[in-house]
């Protein structure tokens, strides 16, 4: 932190929002390897496997733009702290399933919830750091995403094999409920001086754009592939 030169109260933004950062792909990747048994105990095949990533990637990319919009007119802090109570608590019941459906409605509501954090964490981090910073600061939030999706994969594989799958919702849907509070304790975050606003029309305009837009999708749509089927 050091190298960035932050402020205290920049650090424990940033440590924050970092560590919600792993929690959320904890939980949302946690799923993939208990394929197997909640397939044998439901009796399902592999096209109702993929529904249950499915229903989850689906709420959560519709979710993501009206739930910018709400971030955008409410309490920041407050968005990212019940988008946590929220996913915490659909992981939770994700193990209190029992069917087939109420899982996979179980785990499009964690869509919901993560739907909701990314957009308003990201609007604390520009209204937190100067335009200088953000992308170090973007990078430190980011190793939350990919250290918390393998540990996600490795806690759902030794719990589920120990005590059973059921039993690796239960536990990391625990520290969400407990980080929901603690966001809430972080001061209000003061706005920086407003900046320019564009138009959506026209960075479509802007070749590097849709390009990034374009090769995000592609990206996301082999990497899954392969997080998903790969445990």
Do not use: C
């Amino acid at each position: 932190m050091r190298v960035l030169n932050l402020t205290s109260y920049q650090i424990r933004v940033l440590a924050s929002l970092a560590l919600v950062n792993f929690v959320n792909y904890v939980d949302r990747q946690v799923l993939y390897p208990l394929f197997p048994l909640i397939a044998s105990d439901f009796h399902l095949n592999h096209t109702q496997l993929a529904w249950l990533a499915a229903a989850f990637s689906l709420v959560h990319a519709l979710g993501s733009l009206p739930l910018g919009w709400l971030a955008d007119r409410v309490s920041r802090k407050k968005v990212v702290s019940y988008a946590v109570l929220f996913w915490s608590g659909a992981t939770f019941l994700s193990g209190l399933a029992g069917s087939f459906r109420s899982l996979v409605a179980a785990r499009a509501l964690v869509g919901v919830g993560e739907a909701a954090y990314t957009p308003a964490a990201t609007a604390i981090i520009t209204a937190s750091f100067t335009r200088k910073l953000r992308a170090r600061v973007q990078g430190v939030f980011d190793t939350g995403m990919f250290m918390g999706g393998a540990a996600g994969i490795a806690l759902g594989g030794i719990i589920a094999e120990r005590w059973g799958w059921r039993s690796a919702f239960f536990v990391v849907g625990i520290p969400g409920l407990l980080l929901a509070f603690s966001i809430l304790r972080l001061p209000d975050v003061t706005p920086r001086s407003r900046e320019k606003l564009v138009p959506v029309r026209e960075l479509l305009r802007i070749p590097a754009y849709p390009m990034v837009l374009v090769s995000g999708w592609f990206v996301t749509f082999a990497a899954h592939a392969y997080i998903i089927w790969g445990p």
